[in-house]
């Protein structure tokens, strides 16, 4: 199958899974993925680990990765292509995305060949994966891979952030996706009596390994100072707080996006407390999903972006390793769902921006919830954040080292218990 153009790819995909629905398969086929397991198993060679990844503001893998790569048993591999809001862009940002995020995992690990080309517009067929297991960083853009890959490669999954809000068709019900993989490492026992009571088809296997993202809080934390990010990042007594606005708005979303008003308020609060330092953290979809909102939206958008730059106490980060970042914080600001649970180990307070309507907490994140200050309004939050961060009242806590056990309930790193089931599974062991 020749390249093909980025629209007629994706609709090869949509076209794949009406058939698929029509033969009456909704799951993996057991005796191929069998086979599969036993020509890994007896492969004298090491496993050949594909990484297929699209986004560094997702990745979340790096320390599995980097022990899949320190075993001789297996040797890792990235294939970068683009997501699906990648793919939305034109021509020419489309290009210079793909760029960029080649040369993010380039400088993690060897790539084992492209499935974009910048320069003609297509994508590559799947068959250019030469994998004997594929791990897949994300399902938008690529949801009926699994099914695509079935029978020439096992394929397995992490998700890419940590799953605390109420979304179940995502996190373990995509139809081609979720049903198809060999093996879903899952976050936590909460998570899984979800997805095992669902009624949906799942993965074949279903380990509760932790989440790898969480391992970085396993090493050191870096010194203040040594954290450049920051506007004054020599003056490491300043106190520091990161904003991290969501981007999902309106209906057919999760609606968690606050950023209409909380960005003009944390503006505000850039401007009244020059003696903080501030950080915005953006998804990387929000000012894509500002400006679709309509006019207004962008005009709310650009005034912040542009309040942000000018003032000299606050700056601007994007992308993929922010745990140093987060780790060198006094405090989050945030209407996100996967950030409720990545800062929580930094042992700071988090500030939860909600709104009425917008999706609620799954079991996951309500297990969590209590160790987070609420606002829901520029007052509610001006009087949590003069209360928490500038006075340093700080009641929740020990609810938030309670909630970090939940998290993380040993010392050892998620990445460790994914390659035991790793070895297990594959006979290598």
């Known amino acids: 199958m020749p390249a093909l153009p980025v629209p007629i790819w994706r609709a090869a995909g949509i076209a794949r899974r009406l058939l698929h629905r029509i033969a009456g398969s909704n799951r993996a086929d057991a005796a191929q993925m069998d086979q599969l397991v036993a020509r890994i198993s007896n492969k004298s060679g090491p496993v050949r680990v594909g990484i297929v990844v699209c986004s560094p503001a997702k990745w979340s893998m790096q320390t599995l990765f980097d022990a ?19 793919l939305r862009l034109p021509r020419a940002a489309r290009a210079a995305e793909y760029r960029k995020t080649r040369a993010f995992f380039a400088a993690i690990g060897d790539i084992a060949a492209d499935l974009y080309d910048p320069h003609s517009g297509l994508m590559a067929p799947l068959s250019t994966i030469a994998a004997d297991l594929v791990f897949i960083q994300q399902p938008w ?45 899952v ?10 009571s669902s009624g949906k088809p799942q993965a074949t296997h279903m380990p509760v390994t ?34 991290a606005p969501h981007h999902t708005l309106g209906a057919g979303t999760l609606n968690l996006a606050t950023f209409q008003w909380s960005g003009p308020a944390l503006l505000a609060l850039v401007q009244t407390h020059p003696e903080v330092d501030f950080i915005l953290k953006p998804h990387p979809n929000l000012g894509y999903e500002m400006g679709r909102a309509g006019a207004q939206m962008q005009a709310v958008y650009d005034t912040v972006m542009q309040g942000w730059d000018v003032a000299p106490n606050a700056d601007v ?39 009425e309507g917008s999706a609620s907490l799954n079991a996951s994140g309500q297990a969590l919830a209590d160790a987070f200050y609420c606002a829901d309004d ?52």
């Open 317 to 355: 980060v994007q992308g993929g390793s922010y745990f140093d970042l987060f780790r060198s914080s006094d405090a989050m600001i945030t209407d996100s769902g996967s950030f409720l649970a990545e800062y929580l180990p930094s042992g700071q307070p988090l500030i939860r921006l909600v709104k």
């Open 141 to 185: 853009g690529m949801q009926d891979m699994p099914r695509q890959l079935e029978g020439r490669a096992l394929t397995a999954y992490v998700h890419y952030g940590y799953p605390v809000i109420s979304n179940d068709a995502m996190q373990f019900a995509l139809p081609g996706f979720h049903p198809f993989l060999w093996c879903h490492f």
């Open 378 to 429: 520029p007052e509610a939050l001006n009087n949590v954040f003069e209360r928490v961060i500038v006075q340093g009242q700080d009641p929740l806590a020990p609810l938030r080292q309670a909630a970090t056990a939940r998290l993380m309930p040993d010392a050892r790193a998620s990445a460790e218990r994914v390659m035991d089931h790793l070895r297990g599974l594959l006979g290598r062991a």
């Open 187 to 196: 976050a936590d026992e909460i998570q899984a009596n979800a997805m095992r």
């Open 68 to 86: 899949l790569q320190a075993d001789p048993d297996f040797t890792p591999v990235f294939y970068p292509t683009l997501s699906d809001a990648g």
């Open 210 to 243: 932790g989440h790898p993202k969480l391992d970085a809080y396993l090493t050191p934390a870096p010194a203040r100072g040594a954290v450049i990010v920051w506007p004054h990042a020599a003056k490491s007594d300043r106190k520091r707080v990161i904003f």
